[in-house]
């Protein structure tokens, strides 16, 4: 790493938009000395391409962590909240202490570092899609471990989004106990 290199960690998240399952965030930093080929946004890329990706990220960054806010407190403080929540608790679990925090979005977590917030990060900052990549497989691995426990749901096909078949499992079987139920579409089932 070069003497004068700030030390950055890019941050990213997966599921604020899924009806169910925790949101998970990522924070990595890169080691300059090994850049990874092909880093974008996760949702641009193949599920095989992202773990292929994820594997060299693990192994050839300096730091990384993976954290999430649950079901439970996406549903008392708000998915932006529990996002920014998860972002904190990546950045705090890394074993080497970035200088600055750049999160993908509108908003930065709290974490007492210099932070700054740049649209669409997960597209143009390696280290944001390195998070992204992160964030991304550790949800989806998530997500299959929730389809056995659930499979009625189909988990393993949507991921917990708002998909037509989604929403016709939650009205012909009710809402599970890993449903946001702060979310309307979940919400209208409980009535």
Known sequence: MSPNRIIICGVDEAGRGPLA???YAAAVILNENFPIAGLADSKKLSEKRRDQ????IKKHALAWAIAEASVEEIDAINIVQASLLAMRRAVEALA???QEVWVDGLYCPE????SRAIVQGDSSVAAISAASILAKTARDAAML??????PKYGFDRHKGYPTAAHIEALKLHGVSAVHRKSFRPVRACLL
Do not use: C, F
């Open 21 to 23: 399952g925790p949101v």
């Open 53 to 56: 990706l994820a594997i060299e």
């Open 96 to 98: 080497i202490q970035p």
């Open 111 to 114: 974490t007492g570092l210099p």
């Open 145 to 150: 471990v929730l389809h056995q426990n659930y």
